[in-house]
């Protein structure tokens, strides 16, 4: 029964910046793969970015050279640096173990606009 708290999320002007964490809880976090998701209104959820055990990183191509996904494993945490930000980065963000598919948390509203 793990748990998802998403945080970090602002509406910021575009070519800004943003920093997303990511609790989580119930699941023995260093062993499991962990990723960002996210999802525009009126759009299906789309894969943003992974982290594995050893902090090997995959990122989707529309955000590849701008955002950094990273853990720590101490805190249980997993975070999305968001750089260069552009209107279609608008979204709610959300994190998950894909490989054991969590119960979703609440997620974080991310809103890129002049």
């Known amino acids: 029964q793990g748990q998802l708290v998403e945080s970090g999320g602002a509406l910021v002007q575009p070519g800004g910046s943003l920093r997303l964490s990511c609790g989580v809880s119930g699941i023995l976090f260093r062993a499991h793969i962990m990723a960002w998701y996210r999802q525009a209104s009126g759009k299906q959820c789309e894969l943003v970015a992974t982290v594995d055990s050893s902090g090997s990183a995959y990122y989707v191509n529309f955000v590849k050279g701008r955002f950094a996904i990273s853990r720590d494993s101490a805190k249980n945490t997993v975070y999305l640096e968001m750089n260069s930000l552009k209107p279609e980065d608008t979204a709610v963000y959300y994190c998950?173990?894909?490989?054991?598919?969590?119960?979703w948390g609440q997620g974080t509203q991310v809103a890129i606009s002049s």
């Open positions: 998950n173990a894909p490989n054991v598919m969590l119960h």
